[in-house]
């Protein structure tokens, strides 16, 4: 048999206004879970781009709260790195801007797609999609005020009937925003149904002057380069794919230069989860470690046979120390492939 090396050479450098980022594959924000010890391994095991911090608010950050600053927390490892805010205000947004710059973010990007009703009932997150000139302000005061670059992300629009993914490209653009990430869904489908692809072409057709990065639905390398061949998107945004598969970015490299990606064995998977553990109590206090490592203890298996005994294991686990004993010795039924 014949094994047939396909070199797709679509991932490259891309640059954002000034700064050239070392690749066009970025992880997304990811409330609750792009946080520091996600961030540590993903630095260590596949090395995005640019890697993103969960979103903080406006209002918060420039209040000096505590907490958003905790959320900010990065290490020299994980540069490029960049920011998320979630606001509406024009009035605040230049000063906000100012700040994530002075703590040394690579890129600023503002929410314009968080769908939750908590954040949109300001008009905030996917509530700016309903006042797309709001975004151009917020966009234009942020760009005033900071020398790193400013993106948008978006989702397609608040429903179907009101799609407005092609206005706002051209009012970022005008507002001096560096790139434009889509979300190929609505707010109202918020993550249910395929992302449309689609959408992704006719926002690349729409902008002038800046990349479209596309997102949605990328959960393997093969994904990422399908992505970028039917849309012709400039960058990749990978969200849920980065969950429990930090290596993601290096895989969707390997795969486009041609070369063979080694799956992950069994071990491989504690290994990094171990490790993974380990930031984890780094970074919180035991009693939210316990309850963080509920959620990320089973990305890591996604293909393992006893995955949800595994999962009702550590939730039931009264102690880091025994998620550490459950993550060496649970008796999955089989090896698994990569997810
Ligand atoms: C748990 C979770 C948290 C998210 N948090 C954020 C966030 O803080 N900011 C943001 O812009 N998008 C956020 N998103 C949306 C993702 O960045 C991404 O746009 C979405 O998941 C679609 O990509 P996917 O289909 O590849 O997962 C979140 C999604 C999930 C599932």
């Known amino acids: 048999m014949v094994n047939i090396v396909v070199i797709m050479n679509k991932i490259k450098p891309l640059k954002l206004g000034v700064k050239e980022f070392p690749s066009n594959i970025f992880y997304a924000p990811l409330a609750g879970c792009s946080d520091f010890p996600f961030r540590m391994m993903s630095a260590k095991f596949g090395k995005p781009g640019l890697h993103f911090c969960e979103m903080v608010k406006m209002d918060a950050l ?4 505590i907490g958003t600053f905790h959320i900010l927390d990065y290490a020299a490892s994980m540069h ?14 230049g000063q906000a801007a100012r700040m994530i710059e002075e703590l040394g973010f690579d890129s600023l990007d503002l929410n314009c797609g968080c769908p939750v009703d908590k954040v949109t009932k300001d ?18 005061n942020m760009v005033a005020a ?23 490209v051209r009012i970022v653009e005008l507002a001096g925003a560096t790139a434009i990430t ?7 489908q918020g993550y249910i149904g395929n992302a449309k692809w689609p959408w992704i072409s006719e ?5 002038t002057k800046i990349p479209v990065i596309g997102n949605g639905d990328i959960f393997s390398p093969s994904d990422a380069l399908k992505m970028m061949e039917e849309t012709g998107c400039h ?14 970015a290096d895989d969707i490299r390997k795969l486009d230069a041609g070369i ?8 491989d998977r504690r290994e990094m989860l171990l490790e993974h553990l380990h930031w984890t109590k780094i970074y919180q206090n035991d009693r939210k470690a316990l309850v963080d490592m509920r959620r990320v203890g089973c990305w890591y298996f996604p293909k393992a046979k006893g995955t949800r005994q595994f999962r009702d294991a550590i939730a039931h686990a009264a102690s880091l120390a025994d998620v550490e004993v459950l993550i060496k010795t649970f008796p999955f039924g089989e090896e698994l492939g990569n997810a």
């Open 146 to 168: 900071v020398k790193i670059p400013i993106t948008v992300k978006i989702r397609a629009g608040w429903d179907e009937d009101h799609l407005v993914f092609k206005d706002l």
């Open 203 to 207: 926002c690349v057709q729409a902008a």
């Open 260 to 267: 063979s990606i080694t799956e992950k064995t069994l071990a």
């Open 182 to 188: 889509l979300h190929a869904r609505t707010r109202e």
């Open 123 to 140: 008009g905030s997150g996917s509530g700016l999609l309903r006042e797309p000139y709001r975004v151009g302000d917020i966009v234009a």
């Open 62 to 65: 420039i209040r000096n709260d």
């Open 80 to 93: 490029p790195i960049g920011a998320q805010l979630c606001g509406s205000k024009p009035e605040i947004a």
């Open 235 to 248: 960058g990749v945004l990978v969200a849920r794919g980065t969950m429990g598969q930090p290596w993601i």
